[in-house]
């Protein structure tokens, strides 16, 4: 199902959105999904920003700067990243991934372009800690089992090289557990922003293939494309 409090968007020929959810939620699919349907540029500001520490834009070398004194890229450098490619696409339909993360960011986009919807995915973290909890991976290759989903033929061994798999530090429980609630303390004040803003679609549920359908038929009963 999805909730969203307040009147539903005007039907409109440009789409202009955001998504949110949590690691391991299947936003990656979901955005994959809407950008190919709806003729959307997908506007990561992880990629968009290792792209450009890659050629060493007056941005990139910025960014890289904070990065390698351990600290985090601060608000201002993300927003003028995001704002500034965003001002090269003109009336194109674009879903931003990973901006804004705060408040203040928000405020800053606002102040610039309009979001027609904010996209919430709402994956109970119990099912998520379960899923990421199952990934083990061949760390030569990268090739990644998932035990519910993608299994290895043997356990615990390699389908190609017959090497051992491992799991890494960010996929065992406890380290998802920490970090989805880092991922909610941050994005709470945010999903308030935009809920007060009646912009808020939010979708429930706990399998990707089943939330997506949801978000197709929002976008074609609120959007044309």
Same mark, same amino acid.
């Given at each position: 199902?999805?909730?969203?409090?307040?009147?539903?968007?005007?039907?409109?020929?440009?789409?202009?959105?955001?998504?949110?959810?949590?690691?391991?939620?299947?936003?990656?699919?979901?955005?994959?999904?809407?950008?190919?349907?709806?003729?959307?540029?997908?506007?990561?500001?992880?990629?968009?920003?290792?792209?450009?520490?890659?050629?060493?834009?007056?941005?990139?070398?910025?960014?890289?700067?904070?990065?390698?004194?351990?600290?985090?890229?601060?608000?201002?450098?993300?927003?003028?990243? +995001?704002?500034?490619? !965003?001002?090269?696409?003109?009336? %194109?339909?674009?879903? #931003?991934?990973? *901006?804004?993360? $705060?408040?203040?960011?928000?405020?800053?986009?606002?102040?610039?372009?309009?979001?027609?919807?904010?996209?919430?995915?709402?994956?109970?973290?119990?099912?998520?800690?379960?899923?990421?909890?199952?990934?083990?991976?061949?760390?030569?290759?990268?090739?990644?089992?998932?035990?519910?989903?993608?299994?290895?033929?043997?356990?615990?061994?390699?389908?190609?090289?017959?090497?051992?798999?491992?799991?890494?530090?960010?996929?065992?429980?406890?380290?998802?557990?920490?970090?989805?609630?880092?991922?909610?303390? +941050?994005?709470?004040? !945010?999903?308030?922003?935009?809920? %007060?803003?009646?912009? #808020?679609?939010? *979708?429930?549920? $706990?399998?990707?293939?089943?939330?997506?359908?949801?978000?197709?038929?929002?976008?074609?009963?609120?959007?044309?494309?």
């Amino acid at each position: 199902m999805y909730v969203m409090p307040g009147s539903v968007a005007q039907k409109t020929a440009i789409i202009r959105t955001l998504i949110m959810g949590p690691p391991g939620s299947g936003k990656g699919t979901i955005s994959e999904r809407i950008t190919a349907q709806y003729n959307c540029k997908h506007l990561s500001s992880g990629d968009l920003l290792r792209e450009h520490i890659r050629q060493k834009s007056a941005i990139g070398v910025e960014a890289r700067n904070f990065i390698s004194q351990g600290q985090l890229v601060p608000d201002t450098t993300i927003t003028k990243l +995001m704002l500034t490619e !965003l001002k090269r696409l003109e009336r %194109k339909n674009w879903l #931003l991934d990973g *901006f804004p993360r $705060t408040v203040k960011q928000a405020i800053k986009l606002d102040d610039k372009f309009d979001i027609d919807i904010v996209i919430n995915l709402d994956v109970p973290f119990t099912t998520i800690t379960d899923r990421i909890s199952k990934r083990w991976i061949h760390p030569a290759s990268g090739r990644t089992y998932n035990l519910d989903f993608s299994p290895p033929k043997v356990e615990g061994i390699d389908d190609v090289t017959g090497e051992p798999l491992v799991q890494r530090e960010d996929d065992k429980p406890e380290s998802v557990r920490k970090r989805l609630q880092l991922y909610s303390e +941050m994005t709470e004040p !945010l999903l308030d922003y935009y809920g %007060k803003q009646k912009k #808020l679609a939010t *979708f429930k549920g $706990t399998e990707t293939n089943v939330i997506w359908p949801k978000v197709k038929q929002f976008l074609d009963d609120n959007y044309t494309h």
